[in-house]
């Protein structure tokens, strides 16, 4: 996987005011995240990769929202 492809676990470099997100899909320098708290386009250098806590946040959300609504997040 390479820098922040789909499905790539990332936080934003200047705030935590998103949470933790994954990559949900790329256009070309820019990539729309699923944050916990929002979805959002974000310059890739605006990025950086999970911690691994980041990372298990983000997991158990995802799961935790598979279980309430059903289907892939």
């Known amino acids: ?3 922040h492809d789909v499905g790539a676990y990332v936080a934003h470099t200047g705030t935590d005011v998103y949470g933790p997100g994954k990559v949900i899909g ?3 320098d820019w990539r729309r995240v699923r944050f916990v708290y929002f979805v959002a386009t974000i310059a890739a250098r605006d990025l950086r990769t ?6 298990g946040q983000v997991r158990a959300w995802l799961t935790e929202k598979a279980v309430r609504h059903g289907g892939r997040w």
């Open 50 to 55: 999970a911690s691994a806590q980041e990372e």
């Open 1 to 3: 996987m390479g820098a």
């Open 26 to 28: 790329t256009d070309g």
